[in-house]
Every structure is written in structure tokens, then in C-alpha cells.
């Protein structure tokens, strides 16, 4: 491997890359960042078209506390100046997405990180073998050199379904965005995600007719609890729709749009809800919103990451390196493999921190700096003091729910009855730092049904938050508490929901808590 080579490349300089080029300046590797346009954050100059983000920017929480405001800012990076929270940049609940574009470039310019800009990857390779230095060059011709390579980009391609026809549509990305070019039109949107909802409710005062089609139900994220499921800042349409005033929902697959001499279309669509009825419906327009993809077409034969998820996003392993690409790792939106339509992989508020336990994988496996880690007594009352602390102001828990977990690890080899605690690793990562002996894992989940059942429905049976022994039944967040042990399934210990999120009670959430941690340490081997 050269000895010029850098130890770590990274490419993109969005939200995620900056925030990982961070951690790499303030830990004093040899790096460097490449962003194909000139400036940060080309994604948010472009996205969302009509310009208001529907990551949520809190100012006013009551709290005092930067570690508990960070559940409620959705797009701030992490970092150790106060000047640099994306709440001093806007006082609007869903910012406007200029506000975002200004942010990340201060971000970039106040951290002094080293960034090439016009400097668009289009090849990255590994000559000589899977544990050598990658060659990465850019569209001017110059070459890099690294022993590893973050890839940081967002998803940059359409998603395009397969449907005939599709290439003669509008698409989200380049479809006009000033209403007035859809007077009196009928207009079809494709897709029923946040985009076309977004598209649909700009064309309410302008379109004769929008219908919004795909092949599976709406989904509310107040209901599902993922955020990028349909938000309420974007659903207008749904109330035009229920209460006839022109405006649909298709619950089918579009089987083929056909563009007519007069320039209009015509739309094959197979109806769902009526055993798949067929029906050709005329439209003005037709939008297609149907999402992003990773762009792998970079990478040469020989260190191309495998694909998942019908090829949208690399494969990951819990440490965010590709599965099949050693010295290969991922950082921001396109790591959502993780946790698919689950949980915040894909978004700011949650990649943020997967960005800095990546960073803590990297300096652990590379640079010998231990996860950080306190030293606890291996005894139930600290054991439970130090858990109830945690999930009263943890973010990161909190907003990588069930993706990211602390860990308490009982070493018997230490022989001085004391406890490593560690804050925010991937929840199913295996090896160091944890070992093999057994753990135990703190996270923050919903429960498995949550997505089932109507939140605002007061006739659905709800379980009391004073009552702890059915605390493993309760839909909302909650801290859930597992005994990993060697060879055997993990056991489980809820902390039942609360309607504010604190987690105090003596009564109801320290003594049982520490009642668990009494019965399994007792089985720890010293």
C-alpha cells in the first residue's frame, strides 16, 4: 500500500459526508472529501421541489438540555460549537430548504474540513488486491489513492418502475413546479410516497383532476411511525379525495401509459380492490414520484458493493461496510438497508449517528482507540442508575430506535466486579468491543404491533403506565432491556411507556428494572 495514500476518502459532501468528515478532521486522520458540484449539498439545492423540508426544527422544547433538544432538531449536525445547530437558521417548524443548502455550507467552512469540489467520482477501483489501497478518480482526471473509501452520495438515480411508457413522463425531478402550467389539466401522479403528495397538494388550486396511483395502501406516518411514510404537512389531497372534490387515490399498478398524437396520454391501470380490473383513463399529465436509488455505476468489477432491496442500496454489515467489498463503508441515507422503511437511517436525524458509530468502528479497527466507555460496578443499583440516566436524555437512542443500542459488558476477566458501559453501538454488532462472554442491550422500540393499531382510536385497549408487568405489551416508545448470552436467545426486560417520555418512577421503572439486572447478573460467570 503507498505511503502517500490517504487513510480515509470520502465521497459526497451532503449532510452525511460532512458529518463523518468531521469526526475524521477532529480525530486528525489524513482524509479527503470529493463533491461533484461546487458547493455542499447539491441534493438540497434540487430536493424537495417545492422547498420545504419535512424534517422538523423544534426551537421552543422547555428543555435546556442539548442532548434532549436534539430529539426534537431533526437537521442539525453533530458537532461540539453551539453556533452550529440548524435551529439558529430558521425559526420554522418544516424549514424551507435554502435554509438547509445555507447550514451545511457554513457547517463545511466553519469546521475547516478538507473538501475538493468539481470533483465528480467516475471510477473507483482497487488494482492490485482486496486489502490494497482503492483508486478513486474524478471526472477531471485526477487520481486518489486510499486505504479506505466512505461512500457518502444520498441516492442520486430515479427509481424508475417498469411500466412501457414510463420515459414518456414527467418526472419528479424536472416536472414544472408552478401550478399555473396545470390549468384545468388532469394530471396523474405516480407513487404515494411524501413526493407525490407533495407534487399533488401544489396542483389542488390549478388541476381539473389529480389522481395519485400505486400498488399498495397508503401509509400515515402517524400511524406506522416512519417518517417517511406520508407526513400530514403533505396530505391535502386525501382530504379533496374523501370528500369528493374531484381528487383520487388508485390503489392498482400502472400496466402501461401510452402518449397520444395530440400530445395527452393514455394509462392502462389494474384496480386493486376490484380483483385487478383494467381500465384505460386519459390524462394531461403524467408525474412520476416514485423515489431514489444508490448510483453504483461507478465502481469497477473488482470492489463493487452487492445491491439489496431490488438493487437500490448497498448491502451493509452492522459496522456500514459492504458485505462483500473489504475497507468499503457507507455513511448517511444510503445505509437505510438497515432498517427499510423501519426506522431514521435515511434521514438526518438518524444518520447523523450512524454516522459517529461508524466513525468509532473506524477508530477502534484501525487507529487502537477504544469505544469510549465508563467503568461502572457490576451491581443491579448503579446497573439500573446508569440505564434510567440514559434513556431519559439520550437522542441517539431515540431517534435510531431499535437500530442503535448502549451496552453494558459484565467482564469477568477484569476480576474487580465492574461493568463497561457503551454508549450508541450498532445493536447487532459482533466482536470488539463487546466480546463473547455476553452483554446487555439498552434500546428504545416501539412495540412489535405498532404499526397496527390507530393511535387515535380511544376504543383500542390501552396499557397503563403505572402498570410494569405489561409493559412488554405497549405500542409506543419505550426502553427495552435484553440479556445477550452465549448460545441462548435473549431475555427481555420492558420498561413501560409514559406519556412524556420520563422514565422515573421508582416504583414503576427503577425497581423492576433493577430486579432484572439482580436475577441476571447472578448468572454472569466470574
Known amino acids: 500500500m503507498p505511503d502517500n495514500a490517504l487513510d480515509y476518502l470520502v465521497i459526497g459532501a451532503g449532510p452525511a459526508g460532512l458529518q463523518l468528515g468531521y469526526f475524521l478532521h477532529r480525530a486528525g486522520h489524513s482524509y479527503r472529501i470529493l463533491e461533484a458540484g461546487p458547493a455542499p449539498s447539491q441534493f438540497f439545492r434540487i430536493f424537495p421541489r417545492h422547498r420545504t423540508l419535512i424534517s422538523i426544527n423544534k426551537k421552543h422544547t422547555g428543555w435546556d438540555d442539548p442532548e434532549l433538544n436534539l430529539r426534537m432538531d431533526w437537521n442539525s449536525l453533530l458537532s461540539d460549537d453551539p453556533g452550529l445547530l440548524f435551529t439558529r437558521y430558521s425559526d420554522r417548524y418544516f424549514p424551507h430548504a435554502d435554509d438547509m443548502v445555507r447550514y451545511l455550507a457554513d457547517f463545511a467552512e466553519r469546521t475547516g474540513l478538507r473538501i475538493s469540489y468539481d470533483a465528480r467520482v467516475v471510477r473507483v477501483e482497487r488494482p492490485h488486491d482486496q486489502r490494497g489501497a482503492f483508486v478513486v478518480t474524478d471526472e477531471q482526471g485526477r487520481r486518489y489513492e486510499a486505504r479506505r473509501v466512505i461512500v457518502a452520495t444520498g441516492v442520486t438515480r430515479p427509481n424508475l418502475p417498469p411500466i412501457p411508457g414510463i420515459e414518456t413522463a414527467d418526472r419528479y425531478g424536472t416536472a414544472s413546479t408552478d401550478p399555473a402550467d396545470y390549468v384545468n389539466q388532469r394530471v396523474l401522479i405516480i407513487g404515494k410516497g411524501n413526493s407525490a403528495f407533495e407534487t399533488a397538494d401544489n396542483l389542488l388550486e390549478t388541476a381539473a383532476v389529480i389522481h395519485v396511483a400505486g400498488p399498495r395502501s397508503v401509509r400515515m406516518a402517524w400511524r406506522t411511525h416512519y417518517v417517511g411514510h406520508l407526513r400530514a404537512v403533505n396530505n391535502g389531497l386525501l382530504d379533496t379525495y374523501q370528500l369528493k372534490s374531484q381528487n383520487a387515490l388508485l390503489d392498482g399498478d400502472v400496466r402501461n401509459i401510452a402518449r397520444t398524437p395530440d400530445g395527452t396520454y393514455l394509462v392502462t391501470v389494474a384496480f386493486a380492490r376490484v380483483n385487478e380490473v383494467t381500465k384505460d383513463i386519459p ?171 390507530d393511535p387515535f382510536d380511544i376504543e383500542v385497549a390501552r396499557i397503563s403506565q403505572s402498570d410494569a408487568a405489561r409493559a412488554h405489551e405497549g405500542h409506543y416508545l419505550h426502553p427495552v432491556v435484553r440479556h445477550h448470552r452465549p448460545g441462548k436467545p435473549p431475555l427481555a426486560h420492558h420498561i413501560t411507556e409514559n406519556l412524556e417520555n420520563e422514565w422515573t418512577s421508582e416504583e414503576v421503572h427503577v425497581e423492576p428494572l433493577r430486579a432484572f439486572f439482580a436475577r441476571q447478573t447472578a448468572s454472569v460467570p466470574v
Open 283 to 453: 390524462y394531461d399529465r403524467v408525474i412520476v414520484c416514485t423515489g431514489f436509488r444508490f448510483d453504483a455505476s461507478i465502481f469497477a468489477d473488482d470492489c463493487r458493493p452487492e445491491l439489496v432491496i431490488n438493487n437500490r442500496f448497498p448491502a451493509l454489515t452492522p459496522a456500514y461496510e459492504s458485505v462483500n467489498v473489504p475497507g468499503l463503508y457507507f455513511a448517511g441515507t444510503i445505509t437505510q438497508s438497515r432498517d427499510f422503511k423501519r426506522g431514521t437511517s435515511g434521514f438526518i436525524h438518524g444518520f447523523r449517528y450512524g454516522a459517529r458509530a461508524l466513525h468509532r468502528i473506524l477508530e477502534s479497527r484501525y487507529h487502537g482507540v477504544p469505544w469510549p466507555a465508563r467503568i461502572l460496578p457490576a451491581e443491579p443499583g448503579p446497573l439500573a442508575a446508569a440505564v434510567i440516566d440514559r434513556v431519559n436524555r439520550t437522542s441517539a437512542l431515540w431517534q435510531q430506535f431499535g437500530l442503535l443500542a448502549d451496552v453494558i459488558v459484565i467482564d469477568g476477566a477484569r476480576g474487580d466486579g465492574t461493568a463497561r458501559y457503551l454508549e450508541e453501538l450498532p445493536y447487532d454488532l459482533q466482536g470488539p468491543p463487546i466480546g463473547d462472554r455476553g452483554h446487555f442491550t439498552i434500546t428504545l422500540e416501539y412495540g412489535p404491533d405498532h404499526d397496527k393499531v
